[in-house]
């Protein structure tokens, strides 16, 4: 279907087909993050002060937008009840920033597995990424990746198989389109 903007389409076997759940209005704003890897290796040391700092910035920065909006604090409630989205993989590139972690954080109280990966590296806050990593998300994402840099996070994030893809840039669907023809 052609549908501007942010989207989920889920299957309704009520209906028969896929429906798009526009509950996600705020679609400039999303954005998920799950479980931050320093340049895609993750080694065994202990993480240093400046990154538990930089967690902690990113935790205050998720509260504040958890305690502004509302409607995701509905969504989460109901997600939590009803998990929607319990044995779904969810792989989400969009702005990685406050309000889209919340996103994540939302889609994964829902029962998702959910990877992420930035859409833009100079709008990825890495404090952020390393909140959401201190969750025990799965994120693939750093402020000022270079393009190959991206390119390798997208594809370490489409790994998961996800049945559900949420992309504000189209990046990851070209990823996928040109996956399929090999």
């Not at 502004?68 to 779904?88: C, G, S, T, V, Y």
């Not at 990877?115 to 201190?134: I, M, Q, R, Y």
């Amino acid at each position: 279907c052609d549908v501007s903007g942010l989207f989920i389409c889920t299957y309704d076997e009520r209906e028969g087909c896929c429906v798009a759940n526009y509950t996600f209005v705020f679609a400039h704003y999303v954005s998920l993050i799950f479980h931050y890897r320093s340049s895609l290796r993750r080694t065994n040391s202990s993480r240093s002060s400046s990154n538990s700092r930089s967690s902690s910035i990113g935790h205050q920065k998720i509260e504040w937008v958890r305690r502004n909006m509302p409607i995701l604090n509905q969504l989460e409630d109901q997600f939590a009840q009803e998990l929607p989205f319990a044995d779904k993989r969810v792989t989400v590139c969009i702005h990685l920033e406050a309000k889209t972690a919340y996103l994540a954080l939302v889609l994964r109280a829902g029962g998702a597995t959910v990877s992420v990966t930035g859409s833009n590296p100079e709008s990825t806050k890495d404090d952020v990424v390393a909140a959401l990593a201190a969750e025990g998300l799965h994120v693939y994402a750093r402020h000022g990746a270079s393009p190959e840099e991206m390119r390798r996070y997208m594809s370490i994030a489409l790994e998961l198989q996800p049945h559900v893809v949420i992309d504000d840039g189209g990046d990851l669907v070209e990823l996928l389109h040109e996956s399929q023809r090999q």
